[in-house]
């Protein structure tokens, strides 16, 4: 089992930058995928970031590539998203998740991730 707490939202203009953490409890986190989504009202909630556990592998939609770098430091239990060259359609609650499955890879899907963090708000204005 592992607790997320997620942190660094804020206000930004586009074209800046931000970094979001999400530190976890437990042993268990630097064995799990982990993932950044976000959900805006009415849109269900969709991936940004993906990464295996030991970080080697990493998936980002074409609507973040580029732009968007997950990292993780397990040594820290702690995983990272830095976001750059932010555009106004970013605006969006974003959630740190867990996929407690022992997997090489990881999962796009939402509903694969069983640990979720409380949500850290982006807004980004024009």
């Known amino acids: 089992q592992v607790q997320l707490q997620a942190c660094g939202g804020g206000l930004v203009q586009a074209g800046g930058s931000l970094r979001l953490s999400c530190a976890g409890s437990?042993?268990?986190?630097?064995?799990?995928?982990m993932g950044w989504f976000r959900q805006t009202p009415g849109k269900e909630r969709e991936i940004v970031a993906g990464?295996?556990?030991?970080?080697?592998?990493?998936y980002y939609p074409d609507s973040v590539k580029g732009r968007f770098t997950i990292s993780r430091d397990n040594a820290k239990n702690t995983l990272y998203l830095q976001m750059n060259s932010l555009k106004p359609e970013d605006t969006a609650v974003y959630y740190c998740?867990?996929?407690?499955?022992?997997?090489?890879?990881?999962?796009?899907?939402?509903?694969?991730?069983?640990?979720w963090g409380q949500g850290t708000l982006v807004t980004v204005s024009s």
């Open positions: 998740a867990a996929d407690s499955r022992i997997l090489p890879g990881y999962s796009e899907h939402s509903y694969e991730y069983d640990f």
């Open positions: 437990g042993r268990s986190f630097s064995r799990y995928a």
């Open positions: 990464i295996n556990w030991s970080g080697g592998s990493t």
